[in-house]
């Protein structure tokens, strides 16, 4: 069975720092590309972070470019996201997903940005 | 980036009627591979997104067939053909042909 499990998600300061984890398991967390995708509850979706098989490529949308780090750890089946810089805005709950096409999905981490 | 426009944002289906839900999008999502890299998810209350429908019109593993995916270069449509009570949610449309994938903003399903 699939698994994904994310963690990490806290009440931080704007201006603070965070790292998200994801636990996978149940698939070959290594032949498969990964991303993050954030929700403000009664919002929509927005991927945020994507990275490669082996981590060689990583891509982010724009909001977040130089101030998040996506990275994987595939021995120890875990993607991870490092949040610097953090933003109200940045308020949100975190996903991570499988694949090209998110084809699953963890129940998510929620992260609150608020002084 | 690729901007995904959803309609209608909300719709109330009688349980056994069809239901239609559109997206286009601002730039073409086919690839020169041949593939349309447009997928549909479903988002249950109080769930995570699942995965319909991916490259245009492939259901994935476990999809009823009562769920169907088209269209053509940026304008699509989900197509459930018979709404059951479990069809409730947000549908979400999402191209992932170019970064950053983009979302449409989403269809609520209620039933009527």
């Known amino acids: 069975e699939v698994k994904l499990v994310e963690s990490g998600g806290v009440l931080v300061q704007p201006g603070g720092s965070l790292r998200l984890s994801c636990a996978a398991s149940g698939f070959i967390f290594n032949n498969y590309w990964m991303s993050w995708v954030r929700q403000v509850p009664g919002k929509g979706l927005e991927w945020v972070a994507g990275i490669k098989q082996d981590g060689s490529e990583k891509f982010y949308v724009d909001s977040v470019r130089g101030r998040f780090t996506i990275s994987r750890d595939n021995a120890k089946n875990s993607l991870y996201l490092q949040m610097n810089t953090l933003r109200a805005e940045d308020t949100a709950i975190y996903h991570c997903?499988?694949?090209?096409?998110?084809?699953?999905w963890g129940q998510g981490t929620p992260v609150t940005v608020s002084s | 980036e690729i901007v995904m426009t959803q309609n209608p944002l909300s719709l109330t289906v009688t349980p056994g009627q069809p239901a239609s839900i559109s997206c286009n999008s601002s730039?073409?999502?086919?690839?020169?591979?041949?593939?349309?890299?447009l997928c549909w998810y479903l988002q249950k209350p109080g769930q995570p997104p699942q995965l319909l429908i991916y490259?245009?019109?492939n259901r994935y593993s476990g999809v009823p067939d009562r769920f169907s995916g088209s269209g053509s270069e940026t304008d699509f449509t989900l197509k459930i053909s018979r709404v059951e009570a479990e069809d409730v949610g947000l549908y979400y449309c999402?191209?992932?042909?170019?970064?950053?994938?983009?979302f449409g903003r989403g269809t609520k399903l209620e039933i009527k």
């Open positions: 730039q073409s999502l086919l690839h020169s591979n041949g593939k349309t890299f």
């Open positions: 997903a499988k694949n090209w096409a998110l084809d699953y």
């Open positions: 999402m191209q992932n042909i170019y970064f950053p994938y983009t």
């Open positions: 490259e245009l019109f």
